[in-house]
């Protein structure tokens, strides 16, 4: 079982340019999320979704653009790159489940990402 | 709006110590509180849950119990292993949103 799988690993940008970090999850998860990981900041949202067609504004959306036209894939993309989007990025999804109150988050492995 | 507060790391600890990681919260309506753990390099995973007041969650010698009169959900360990070098986030849900917010994160190093 894949679970949530994100591409790629790591990525150089040079300032101004664009591109899309890819997201998947083979667990048919109604909600998936975008987040930032900085020091000192913890993980900060960029932007979620509960479901294919709905998707909503996090705690920092400026300069990222997000889609959900199925289930499973959920990318963010980077308009115009700049420095100050160098961050780690993290794609978790969840599910209501049959005990809403208990459900967890289930995160992929990250994407490294460097704007110069 | 809801917001989860963690004490500043890094901890340090030699091996067989106690821990305590302390994590207080706000929240609209009744939340669901979590415990996430990244290891270096990886995403973060699931630790331990609890989705009610007095409820005591627990996993790999972990254990927070959910303080509705304090809104806290410290976290302990009695001895610590080198292996439990990591980040640790506390998080939670609330108001009938699945998307959890989180707090800033605390760094454990545990020394031989």
């Known amino acids: 079982n894949a679970g949530v799988t994100q591409t790629p690993k790591f990525q150089v940008l040079k300032t101004g340019q664009s591109m899309t970090l890819q997201c998947a999850q083979d667990?048919?998860?109604?909600?998936m999320s975008w987040y930032r990981q900085d020091p000192g900041m913890g993980l900060r949202l960029i932007h979620y979704s509960v479901g294919a067609g709905i998707t909503d504004q996090g705690e920092v959306p400026n300069g990222y653009n997000v889609s959900r036209s199925t289930t499973e894939d959920f990318p963010l993309r980077l308009l115009s790159a700049a420095p100050s989007q160098t961050s780690v990025y993290f794609c978790?999804?969840?599910?209501?489940?049959?005990?809403?109150?208990?459900?967890?988050?289930?995160f992929g492995q990250g994407t490294r990402l460097t704007v110069v | 709006g809801n917001s989860v507060t963690q004490m500043e790391g890094p901890v340090t600890l030699s091996e067989e110590a106690f821990l305590t990681i302390n994590c207080t919260y706000t929240?609209?309506?009744?939340?669901?509180l979590f415990w996430y753990v990244q290891y270096p390099g990886e995403g973060l995973q699931l630790l331990l849950k609890a989705t009610k007041a007095d409820d005591k969650g627990s996993n790999k010698g972990f254990e927070a119990t959910y303080r509705k009169e304090t809104t806290s959900f410290h976290l302990e360990k009695g001895s610590v292993q080198v292996s439990d070098s990591a980040v640790y986030f506390c998080?939670?849900?609330?108001?009938?949103?699945?998307?959890?917010?989180f707090g800033r994160g605390t760094s454990l190093i545990v020394h031989p």
């Open positions: 667990m048919n998860h109604e909600y």
């Open positions: 929240a609209t309506g009744y939340p669901s």
């Open positions: 978790a999804s969840g599910y209501r489940g049959s005990d809403p109150r208990g459900t967890e988050a289930f």
């Open positions: 998080a939670l849900t609330s108001g009938g949103s699945y998307i959890p917010t």
